[in-house]
Each structure stands twice: as structure tokens, then as C-alpha cells.
């Protein structure tokens, strides 16, 4: 293969010059290696006196996103070098966007540095029909799309069926709990060890009770915390006191004591499809209706009562703080030890978690300031993005008061025609190259985050405003670029007037 990677020469003084960007990914057949689609496209290049100046290539990557080391580094290199084309082995190597549009948007980009993407299985289309051109690139980049998304659902439907029948589809066993690997007549093999997979593929991996110290610790949080009333933190503390720990061998909190205590696995009742991620969209939970459940799909570590009573006093316990309960334990945390901090409330016997607060306050932070307290470091940040918040709430009931949206606002929050939103600002930051928003979701619990990216740091001019919906609060948080970033393009406001809930 040395001789495809060498430069093509002739004589022709006219002669263009291009970039080459090959992609391969796990679900493509042999045929799509990087390997074949250089040999095609030096074949291309010498046909049609093209020199290959540089090579771009995404190996294993999925085409389902741009964040690929490869595709970014092209665009980097487009920017700053003269050349004609990009050439490239069919439309699925630039990628399987979801949004045809953003495969669009990634050509148009290389064109306005003056390069022209090349799809070599199309070869040179004529230009003379731009219209026709256009529609088969449409065609070409949708069944790219549908392809990822017919195969999305296969595995889905496969792994929804594999579930239902109590066997794992992936990820790694519980505390307490290890993978079985079963034979094609469902016969124990042995324990999979970390990272490990099955071989083949009628075999099955299903649990099976693991190390007896660890299977005891589960009894036990279980029995002091629906039998004997013992709360979270109590059982945590006891356990590291005795030497005891969790997973990797790190500490017990309040967090590990109470995802144990939501776990169904451990009463042997095998749970899938709690949450939704799909061809790279942001991770969400789905309704209860929406799970797949088999119950006694392994051997159980407790009882099913015990589990029962275990979620009943947890539903219990949601309502156990009230909002002055809350702050009057911040209070109490302060005044002892003259600050506050996550791991202070966290072992706090009287109170919530730090995630509690969080929610109840939509950020520690509200909370803080709720008993005149806020660490100096993060004093001033936090006061400019609520003299921010502030600022930009009045600006928003301003504009959209003006076309007869119904607005209230409470607390850090506006309610618009009765959909409860949060203002979420943020200044241009550099990262790498580029400038980005980072947008905070500080609270989960809204129907749409409105996000408003400043021009500069000086906040004086508002550059672009996004509607986010739940779902994409769901990551937490987003960076976005400030020049340009099609993934969230169709959350940008053209006009905020304009907004639709």
C-alpha cells in the first residue's frame, strides 16, 4: 500500500490539490475499511490529476456526530492551507447525521474556505444542474441517516427481547453482584471479570451472587434501613467505621447508600430501559410504563418484601424535609463549623444531601445565600450570573409582555403561558481554537431552560438566545460554540418575540 500513500505527480501546471478524510466505524463491513477507501481514492486522485497533499481519517468512530479527532482537524486544516477539494469515498464516511442539514452545513463550511467536497462514488457531478445535484446529495445523506437509525432500532429491539427474558445487554455488575456467563443452552460458564464479554453469540450473561462480605453488606443496609429505621448516613457511617467499602474500594456516602437502596437487581429483578440514549441524543429517564422487567431473573440477595419496605420508606422520606427544616439544618451546619460545604451536609445526620438542596433551591448556591452564607471564591462569580439572571429576566418579560405572552416570575424562575423556565447566562470562553457558551442546568426539575450567550465579557450585548427542552436538560450541561455549532442550531431563537411553548 506504500505506493498509494505517496503523492501523485505529473506535468500539468494547473494541477489541483486536495485533502483526503476516510472514516471507518464497528458497524461497517469489510468493504468500507480506511484501506479500501485510500486505494479508490488515489485511484480517483490519478485519474483525474488531483495531488493529495493530506490524509484525514476517524478510525472506529461513529459517523452519528462531528466530534471526531479526524473530521475536526480537516476543517482546522482547511482554514489555514490552500487547496481545491476534499475527497471522500460516499456521503455515509462524512457522517450518518440524524439532521441532514448538518452534513449539509459541514459541506457548506469547506466551501466558504473555497473547497469543494467530493464524493468519489458520484464522481464530479455537472454542475449545469444544481437542482438535480442537490436532490441526490439529499438522497444520498438521508439514507445515511435512516441506516444508523433502522440499524439503532435493531439492537434495541434485540436487547429489549434479550431483557425481557432477565438477561444483561451490558454494563457492569452491581456491588454485591457478578456476571455469569451462560452457554447456549443457558448452562453456567464462569464469572466475567471486569471488562470481559462474551464470544459468542447465542451465549447469555446473566448475574449471580458475588464476593459473601459484599452480599452481607447488602442484607445489612437493607435490614437497618426498612427494619430498623437507621437512616442513610447512619448506615454509612457505621460501615466505613468497621472498615467496610464500597465499590473500587472508595468509602460509603449517603449517594451509594441510597442507589443501593433503589436497586432492584439486588431482589432479582432485572430492570432495562430506565433510561433513553439513542444515535448520540442526550441521555433521559423514561417513564416507569417504559421499562423492560423481569422479575426472579437471578438469584435475589434479599427478599422482595424487604425491597418493598425499603421503597416505601424512601417515598416516605421525600417528604420527611420541609423547605425550613432544610434551612434551619444549613443554618445549624454553619454556625458550627463557620462554613458549608457538600460533604458537610452530606454527613449531616439531621438534614438532606447536598443533591436535596440542589433541588429543593435549583442550586447550592440559593441555598446559601437563603442563610447569608457564600464561600469568597465563589462569591463573586455567582453574584454576577445572578445580577445576569436578573438583568435578563427583565429584558425577556419586557419583549415578550409586548406580544401578549402570559409571564410571572418567581424566585430564579419565569413561568411562560404556565411552562416553567430558567434563565441561564453565560459568557464566550476560549476552549482550544474556538470560543464557547457553557450553559449550567442547574435544576432538572423545569419545562424549557432559556439560554442567552453574551458577544463578550463586558455583558453588555446579547449575541444569541437558545430554548432548550427537558431532554437536553437532562446532560447537565452544554458547550457551544460561538461561531458556529449545527448541533444545537435548532434550538437558536431567530427572534425572541417569536418564542413557542
Not at 217 to 232: C, G, S, T, Y
Request: with cysteine; hydrophobic share 35%.
Amino acid at each position: 500500500m506504500r505506493h498509494f500513500r505517496e503523492r501523485i505527480m505529473v506535468e500539468d501546471r494547473h494541477q489541483k490539490l486536495a485533502a483526503t478524510y476516510y472514516r471507518h466505524s464497528a458497524e461497517d463491513k469489510q468493504e468500507f475499511s480506511i484501506s479500501v477507501q485510500r486505494e479508490e481514492i488515489y485511484k480517483f486522485a490519478k485519474k483525474h490529476h488531483i495531488t493529495i497533499i493530506k490524509e484525514f481519517e476517524d478510525a472506529g468512530k461513529s459517523g452519528l456526530s462531528a466530534k471526531r479527532s479526524g473530521f475536526e482537524k480537516l476543517h482546522e486544516f482547511a482554514q489555514k492551507e490552500k487547496f481545491d477539494y476534499v475527497l471522500v469515498f460516499d456521503v455515509t464516511r462524512w457522517g450518518r447525521f440524524q439532521d441532514t442539514d448538518e452534513s449539509a452545513y459541514y459541506e457548506v463550511l469547506m466551501k466558504r474556505e473555497g473547497k469543494r467536497v467530493i464524493y468519489i462514488d458520484k464522481g464530479f457531478i455537472n454542475d449545469e444542474h444544481p437542482l438535480v445535484s442537490s436532490l441526490i446529495k439529499s438522497i444520498d445523506r438521508y439514507m445515511a441517516a435512516d441506516y444508523s437509525k433502522k440499524l439503532s432500532e435493531k439492537v434495541f429491539l434485540g436487547s429489549k427481547k434479550i431483557a425481557s427474558l432477565g438477561f444483561s445487554v451490558g454494563g457492569t455488575a452491581p456491588y454485591g453482584l457478578r456476571r455469569l456467563l451462560l452457554d447456549a443452552n443457558k448452562k453456567p460458564v464462569r464469572i466475567l471479570k471486569d471488562g470481559e464479554r462474551k464470544s459468542i453469540d447465542n451465549e447469555r450473561v446473566t448475574f449471580t451472587l458475588g464476593d459473601e462480605k459484599e452480599v452481607t453488606v447488602i442484607r445489612r443496609i437493607f435490614e437497618l434501613f426498612a427494619n430498623e429505621k437507621q437512616d442513610k448516613r447512619t448506615i454509612a457511617n457505621m460501615l466505613n467505621k468497621e472498615g467496610l467499602r464500597s465499590s473500587k474500594g472508595k468509602l460509603w456516602d449517603v449517594k451509594k447508600i441510597h442507589d443501593i437502596l433503589r436497586n432492584e437487581n439486588y431482589a432479582g429483578t432485572k430492570v432495562y430501559n430506565k433510561t433513553t440514549k439513542k444515535l448520540k441524543s442526550p441521555s433521559r429517564k423514561n417513564p416507569r410504563d417504559q421499562w423492560v422487567t423481569c422479575k426472579n431473573a437471578f438469584d435475589p440477595i434479599i427478599p422482595q418484601e424487604l425491597f418493598s419496605r425499603a421503597s416505601e420508606e424512601l417515598e416516605r422520606m421525600k417528604l420527611r424535609y420541609t423547605t425550613q427544616k432544610l434551612l434551619e439544618e444549613l443554618q445549624k451546619i454553619h454556625d458550627k463549623y463557620k462554613r458549608i460545604t457538600s460533604d458537610l451536609i452530606n454527613n449531616w445526620k439531621d438534614t438532606g444531601c447536598a443533591g436535596t438542596y440542589g433541588r429543593r433551591f435549583v442550586s447550592l448556591y440559593n441555598a446559601y445565600i437563603k442563610v447569608d452564607y457564600m464561600p469568597k471564591m465563589a462569591f463573586n462569580f455567582f453574584k454576577k450570573r445572578e445580577q445576569q439572571r436578573f438583568i435578563l429576566t427583565g429584558i425577556v418579560k419586557e419583549k415578550l409582555n409586548n406580544v401578549g405572552h402570559a409571564i410571572t416570575h418567581k424566585d430564579a424562575f419565569l413561568y411562560i403561558n404556565q411552562k416553567k423556565i430558567i434563565i441561564i447566562p453565560s459568557i464566550p470562553r476560549k476552549r482550544k481554537s474556538n470560543n464557547y457558551w457553557t450553559f449550567y442546568f442547574e435544576t432538572r426539575e423545569i419545562d424549557y431552560a432559556l439560554c442567552v450567550g453574551f458577544a463578550d465579557k463586558e455583558t453588555t450585548n446579547i449575541a444569541k438566545y437558545f430554548l432548550f427542552p427537558k431532554e437536553i436538560v437532562e446532560e447537565n450541561f452544554v458547550n457551544i460554540n460561538t461561531s458556529n455549532d449545527a448541533k444545537y442550531e435548532m434550538y437558536a431563537l431567530k427572534n425572541i418575540e417569536n418564542i413557542s411553548l
